[in-house]
Structures are given as C-alpha cells and as structure tokens.
C-alpha cells in the first residue's frame, strides 16, 4: 500500500487514491502516511467484510433450503435476507469501541467522561428481547434494526455498497449454479476465529 500511494503521489492518476493526493494536495494537508492508512483500512474495510460474508451467506442458505428457496422464488426477498444474514453472521464483532464524553449510564451501568466502551455487536444481533429465536435464520423477521455495521456518526462508511453486493451475489450465484452445495462436511470448513473479521479461510463446493 506503502508503494501504492507513492506511485500515486508520482503520478496522480484518476482513481481513488489518485484523486485523494490531489484533492489533499490542494487544501495544503498532503500526508503520506495519513493516506496509507485510509487506503489500507478500505481495502480491509471493504473487501475483507464482504469477501466473508459471500462465503458464509452461502453456507448459511444453503444450510437453510426453506429460506433460499424462498429466495429463489421471489428474489424481492432477497434484500431482507441480506439483512438478517448480517445480524445472524455479525462478521465485524468487537470494532464499536467508543469513548463516552460525558457522564452517562448505559442498561443500570454508570460510564464517566472519558472511559472507554467496548460494544458487543454479536450478542446485541443475538438480544431474544430483539430477535426471537435468535438463532433461526428467518428472513421475513425484518432485521434491518440490527447492529452488524455499528451504530451512529461512525457506523459503516460503505454499509449500503456491501447491501448491494450482496444482493447481486446471492440472486446471482444461485440462479446460475442451482445445484450448488459445500464439498465436504460443514465441521471441516477452516474459519477465522483468528481474525478481526470473521469468515472461512476457504469454502470448497461442488454442483451437478
Ligand atoms: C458486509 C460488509 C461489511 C460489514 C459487516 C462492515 C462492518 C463495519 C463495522 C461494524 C464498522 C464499525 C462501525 C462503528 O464503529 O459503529 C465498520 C466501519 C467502516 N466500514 Fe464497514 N463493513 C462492511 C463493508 C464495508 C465496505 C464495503 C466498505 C468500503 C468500501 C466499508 C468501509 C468502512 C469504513 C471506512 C469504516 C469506518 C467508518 C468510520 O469510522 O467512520 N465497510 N464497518
């Protein structure tokens, strides 16, 4: 990435990263590491988050015959399944740190100014007073209150790119490949418990 930006900042071609040395350039605030980092976290950000959840949005439908069929059949519903895949996978778990700048008290516990908040994503996406039947992956339940892409002024920078991505992928990969299946048992499947972003290091599948 380091690279990258220089051959950029060299020759400033039209593209993001291009566009981002000059228009920086021109407000007299050029920083080369500055801008290393910005284009690391989007690549991470954005191909990392959604590369993972193709992976395990596929198994999870296909785990879940009833709900892809419905999908198959009626791809208006593809949009809600998207939905509740994110709130049940929750892939980016433990990201939503905040720093409280005033008192506060958060569900009965006190929070003074300037103490740090680790929010719990995953188990707020899996809260049974919020989602009955947490773990069931019913895509008409109407999960677009969930949490899997934060909350607030600095919640998800490309949330609604991801939502399309996904949209076009799943409609797609089964309307062409129907057959589709995982090619070895679901235990085998390597995944990234290692990881910021969680997923499948590979899914292996096969078709008729
Ligand atoms: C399924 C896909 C994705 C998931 C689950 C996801 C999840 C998240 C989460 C949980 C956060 C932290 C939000 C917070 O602190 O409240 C975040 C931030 C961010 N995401 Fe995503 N993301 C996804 C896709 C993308 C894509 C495609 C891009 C860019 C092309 C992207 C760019 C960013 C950026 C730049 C931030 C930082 C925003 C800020 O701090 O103001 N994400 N994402």
């Given at each position: 990435?380091?690279?990258?930006?220089?051959?950029?900042?060299?020759?400033?071609?039209?593209?993001?990263?291009?566009?981002?040395?000059?228009?920086?350039?021109?407000?007299?605030?050029?920083?080369?590491?500055?801008?290393?980092?910005?284009?690391?976290?989007?690549?991470?950000?954005?191909?990392?988050?959604?590369?993972?959840?193709?992976?395990?949005?596929?198994?999870?439908?296909?785990?879940?015959?009833?709900?892809?069929a419905a999908i198959r059949r009626d791809p208006s519903k593809t949009p809600n399944a998207?939905?509740?895949?994110?709130?049940?996978?929750?892939?980016?778990?433990?990201?939503?740190?905040?720093?409280?700048?005033?008192?506060?008290?958060?569900?009965?516990?006190?929070?003074?100014?300037?103490?740090?908040?680790?929010?719990?994503?995953?188990?707020?996406?899996?809260?049974?007073?919020?989602?009955?039947?947490?773990?069931?992956?019913?895509i008409d339940?109407?999960?677009?209150?969930?949490?899997?892409?934060?909350?607030?002024?600095?919640?998800?920078?490309?949330?609604?790119?991801?939502?399309?991505?996904?949209?076009?992928?799943?409609d797609?990969?089964?309307?062409?490949?129907?057959?589709?299946?995982?090619?070895?048992?679901?235990?085998?499947?390597?995944?990234?418990?290692?990881?910021?972003?969680?997923?499948?290091?590979?899914?292996?599948?096969?078709?008729?």
């Amino acid at each position: 990435m380091d690279e990258l930006v220089k051959a950029k900042e060299a020759d400033p071609t039209d593209d993001l990263i291009g566009r981002q040395v000059l228009a920086r350039r021109a407000d007299d605030r050029e920083d080369h590491d500055a801008l290393t980092s910005l284009a690391l976290l989007l690549l991470i950000a954005g191909h990392e988050t959604t590369a993972n959840m193709i992976s395990l949005g596929t198994v999870a439908l296909l785990e879940s015959p009833d709900q892809l069929a419905a999908i198959r059949r009626d791809p208006s519903k593809t949009p809600n399944a998207v939905e509740e895949l994110l709130r049940r996978l929750t892939i980016v778990e433990w990201v939503t740190s905040r720093v409280a700048v005033a008192d506060t008290e958060i569900g009965g516990v006190p929070v003074k100014a300037g103490e740090g908040v680790l929010t719990a994503n995953l188990s707020a996406n899996h809260d049974p007073a919020v989602f009955p039947d947490p773990e069931r992956l019913d895509i008409d339940r109407g999960a677009r209150n969930h949490v899997a892409f934060g909350f607030g002024a600095h919640q998800c920078l490309g949330q609604n790119l991801a939502r399309v991505e996904l949209r076009v992928v799943f409609d797609t990969l089964f309307a062409r490949i129907p057959t589709l299946r995982v090619a070895v048992p679901l235990d085998e499947l390597p995944v990234k418990d290692d990881a910021t972003v969680y997923g499948l290091h590979k899914l292996p599948v096969t078709w008729d």
